[in-house]
Nanobody
Framework: QVQLVESGGGSVQAGGSLRLSCTAS????????MGWFRQKPEAEREAVAA???????RYAESVKGRFTISKDNAKNTLYLQMHNLKPEDTATYYC??????????????????????WGQGTQVTVSS
């Protein structure tokens, strides 16, 4: 059974940094497309960043240059390093995985409809 468990959320002031972690278990290997989504109150879940089986990463325009996605296959862990956080980054962040190392790109990003596995979410709050 695949499980994704996020950690690392919290509250910071604008300009601050946080690193989110997502520990995966139950996968047969490490070659999966994985990514991060976020959801703000009364809004749809939106893709933030993703990394495929070849370690090719893509980012939403709103986070380019500030967020970095990476993974440590030895630890089965996905990371999202977030710098220069803004109040508009406040959201619940979800770890996500597809069932292949080849990501299904929609408009250059992951799409929630193609995600098979979700974490439980971790809250990030950025105050001005």
């Amino acid at each position: 059974q695949v499980q994704l468990v996020e950690s690392g959320g919290g509250s910071v002031q604008a300009g601050g940094s946080l690193r989110l972690s997502c520990t995966a278990s139950g996968f047969t290997d490490n070659n999966y497309c994985m990514g991060w989504f976020r959801q703000k109150p009364e809004a749809e879940r939106e893709a933030v960043a993703a990394i495929d089986g070849d370690d090719s990463a893509r980012y939403a325009e709103s986070v380019k240059g500030r967020f970095t996605i990476s993974k440590d296959n030895a630890k089965n862990t996905l990371y999202l390093q977030m710098h220069n956080l803004k109040p508009e980054d406040t959201a619940t962040y979800y770890c996500a995985a597809e069932t292949s190392g080849v990501c299904t790109w929609v408009g250059g990003l992951l799409h929630a409809a193609y995600v098979t596995f979700w974490g439980q979410g971790t809250q990030v709050t950025v105050s001005s």
